[in-house]
């Protein structure tokens, strides 16, 4: 045995063996989930920028791009949202013939099995022009294409299962659900109360061995109309049918809800959104054994199955759905504060409406940038498990705050429900995206960097699988290698950390050829700085770190901002540098240095270990950590980019629904008043000059022609029906018997007093 194993690891190895914590299955398993790609670079403290911003973009195949320009524009166009929520409580029956007619639901399934064999790209999209015309509509389509059977099918089916299910699943005879949580289950799955034991059981006329199951799910979507259920249990074979113990693990099977036992219909109401949700359970329920998802081989697996799902899900349907709110917010709002004045002058003009304005342009941009990204390194075969968390997080931390200024600056006119508010049910479900999938607290204060630091640290995962085996001596040997490698990796980066903070960044590496370089440069810096500052708090804290969730999350938000900061610089590349978009690319910078900065000094002032503290402060901030902010002559050039039709603002908001094939909506609404009120504006600025407010006045004084009247009124009629808001007589506010009989006649009165006469 080498001197270095014996007198310097052994000891380290016996320390770190007795403080690691005990890492339950569940954990392993979802440590294990997915791939690493540039989070792995991030947390070396050198990461491959080069491989990044050489990725090709995303593209879509032609019959992707006409599928999104036919029949997701045609549902788009069938689909009122507010008929939705406030009458029909559901998306009316033709909608849903639509939706199985055009294989909606079997985008993610291959051809060869009736699907439409979409990529991660045209899935992504597909949900994202939905979701701005309908959130309703847009999780009926997400869910099927998601977490859901067929997505497991794909992976873990047997071909017998392939072979029935994809095909029904793929046109719609099938409509899935996927059942996981429950009362004392949400995100601790160890906790699933839902049970299943191996016994003999009669099916179909003879006796055969299966499993009884007892479960009570919640929150599950689609769980009231779904005809087939993916179920996650806890089995048990307390006779030792299988051979393999007791205690089996979390399993998951596929059960037609006809089934004897299953009870389901009832729905839940997710914040008055109205699509299909609802508990879903069953008492002494028996299936045979080959109903398990893979068949017997793949009992015990089913939480394997289900974080691998997640990995890939969590990448596309909430960033997705993201996007789209962030750019119909960006694309009402920049309207309605050009054309909506007080005091005589666009609200878009005041500073304190510029503001969020930037905001919500910096969002747009951002969230697709990231967005993009991950779906390209998707289509490319990457899972990347840490950044599905980051963008299922942040994609919807940002839509909230989009929406949230979008609302500020809206005002009453966003507060008053009907169909004239084109904001408030994207609104409505903002908490939705914040909870499913795994709530943000949760996936940011533990997962994102919990899951990164031993997923994606070069060293940590080996050193860990090291403590854990039980052959001691060869799990020394396995530390002694790892440990002595991270040692080494932890010198380079201390050395890499000091001479780029030392030099402001100025000498950290950058892609060849790029624009920005001196951004990627203090990406850099930022990177090494986090690698740093990781490695010692998982030196000085250990397995305490867990506990310490403020400080992870704050970790988390580190490593989370240098991936969307990336993907907004690597969006700017592979768009070719438009010009026009550099104050918003600089703008997204600046507040993301500055919540890095912030996140950073979180830590410094939080960690226990001062020396280390103080170790990561001269190293890499010897000048204070930096936290700046976009100046107000850049926030206000920002803002301006939403309040006037331009090609740049089409690239921002593209793909989402803008009323086409509909008369009365309300987007398409402001889109009219934008470009009726920019047109007449230098007859409105000679008006003004001349100090007269009455066109007939300025008609009169030969200051404008008839026809410029006439465009004046068109534009003050189109901005009056925007500001307008929806007002309903007390007769809409009766039973549902009642609203039904008023739709039909709005004022029964009327033909009260016909009766009468």
Not at 552 to 558: E, K, T, V, Y
Not at 574 to 588: H, K, M, T
Not at 592 to 611: C, E, H, Q, S
Not at 703 to 717: P, Q, S
Request: with cysteine; hydrophobic share 45%.
């Amino acid at each position: 045995m080498s001197f270095r194993k014996e007198k310097l690891t052994k000891p380290i190895y016996r320390w770190a063996k007795s403080a690691l914590p005990a890492v339950s299955a569940t954990e392993r398993d979802a440590i294990d989930a997915g791939t690493v790609w540039i989070d792995g670079g991030i947390f070396t403290g050198t990461p491959d920028w080069q491989a990044l911003v050489d990725m090709p973009p995303v593209r879509l195949r032609p019959e992707e791009q006409a599928f999104l320009d036919g029949p997701v524009t045609e549902l788009c166009a069938m689909v009122d949202e507010w008929r939705v929520v406030w009458e029909d409580r559901d998306l009316p029956p033709e909608v849903w013939a639509f939706l199985r007619a055009k294989r909606f639901f079997g985008m993610v399934i291959p051809k060869r099995y009736g699907g439409l064999g979409f990529s991660n790209t045209a899935h992504s999209e597909v949900v994202r022009k939905i979701s701005s015309s309908s959130v309703v509509a847009a999780v009926t389509v997400m869910v099927p294409n998601s977490l859901g059977p067929g997505e497991l099918m794909l992976h873990w089916g047997t071909e017998a299962q392939k072979d029935f299910w994809l095909p029904r699943l793929a046109d719609g005879r099938e409509i899935p659900c996927f059942g996981l949580t429950s009362a004392e289950a949400g995100s601790d799955a160890a906790a699933m109360t839902d049970t299943g034991t191996v016994c003999l059981g009669e099916h179909e006329g003879r006796e055969v061995l299966g499993i009884r199951l007892s479960f009570a799910k919640r929150y599950i979507t689609l769980a009231p109309v779904a005809t087939v259920l993916g179920l996650a249990f806890k089995l048990r074979d307390p006779e030792n049918h299988l051979g393999r113990g007791v205690d089996l693990g979390i399993t998951v099977a596929l059960i037609p809800t006809k089934t004897l036992g299953v009870v389901q219909g009832a729905r839940h109401i997710p914040q008055m959104t109205f699509f299909q949700n609802g508990p879903i359970s069953g008492e002494d329920v028996f299936i045979p054994l080959d109903w398990v998802l893979g068949g017997e081989a793949q009992i015990g697996k089913g939480w394997t199955m289900l974080v691998t799902a997640l990995a890939a899900g969590r990448a596309i349907s909430l960033p997705s759905q993201s996007a789209a709110s962030a750019a119909l917010c960006a694309r009402a709002t920049g309207a309605y504060a050009r054309i909506r004045t007080q005091f005589g002058v666009p609200i878009g003009l005041f500073e304190g409406i510029q503001q969020p304005l930037a905001d919500i342009a910096g969002n747009v941009y951002q969230i697709d940038a990231a967005r993009r990204l991950t779906l390209a390194a998707l289509d490319a075969g990457h899972r990347p498990a840490v950044l599905s968390a980051i963008m299922k997080a942040h994609a919807t931390y940002r839509m909230r705050e989009s929406i949230e200024r979008t609302m500020d600056i809206h005002g009453g006119k966003a507060i008053i429900d009907g169909p004239k508010n084109a904001v408030g049910l994207q609104y409505r479900s903002v908490p939705i995206g914040i909870t499913v999938e795994g709530a943000n607290i949760l996936t940011r204060s533990l997962m994102i960097f919990g899951q990164g630091a031993i997923r994606a640290h070069p060293f940590m995962l080996e050193e860990m699988r090291a403590l854990a085996d039980e052959d001691r001596k060869r799990g020394l040997t396995a530390f002694d290698e790892a440990f002595w490698g991270h040692v080494a990796h932890s010198a380079k980066n201390l050395a890499r950390t000091w001479l780029r903070g030392w030099t402001g960044g100025l000498v950290g590496p950058a892609p060849e050829g790029v624009s920005f370089v001196r951004h990627w440069r203090q990406l850099s810096r930022y990177s090494a700085a986090f690698a740093l500052l990781a490695d010692l708090a998982l030196l000085t804290l250990g397995g305490a770190l867990k506990r310490r969730e403020m400080l992870s999350a704050r970790l988390g938000d580190i490593l989370s901002e240098l991936y969307l900061l990336a993907a907004t610089l690597k969006r700017f590349e592979s768009e070719g540098r438009p010009e026009v978009d550099r104050p918003l690319v600089e703008f997204i910078l600046q507040k993301g240095y500055n919540r890095m900065g912030l996140a950073f000094i979180g830590v410094l002032d939080n960690l226990p270990a001062r020396w280390a503290a103080v170790l990561t402060r001269t190293v890499a901030f010897p000048f204070g950590v930096p936290v700046p902010a976009p100046s107000d002559e850049l926030t206000r050039e920002v803002a301006s980019i939403l309040m006037a039709p331009s090609s740049q603002r089409d690239r921002l908001t593209a793909d989402i629904y803008l009323g086409e094939g509909k008369t009365d909506y309300a987007l398409k609404d402001l889109e009219i008043a934008l470009e009726r009120v920019t047109a007449v504006e230098p007859i409105a600025r000679r008006m003004r000059e001349a100090k007269l407010r009455d066109p007939e006045a300025a008609l009169a004084a030969g200051l404008i022609t008839a026809g410029e009247r006439e465009r004046l009124a068109a534009a003050k009629a189109a901005v009056d029906t925007v500001v307008a808001v929806d007002a309903f007589p007390p007769e809409a506010f009766a039973g549902r018997e009642r609203a039904a009989a008023f739709a039909e006649d709005p004022d029964p009165r009327d033909a009260e007093a016909e009766a009468a006469e």
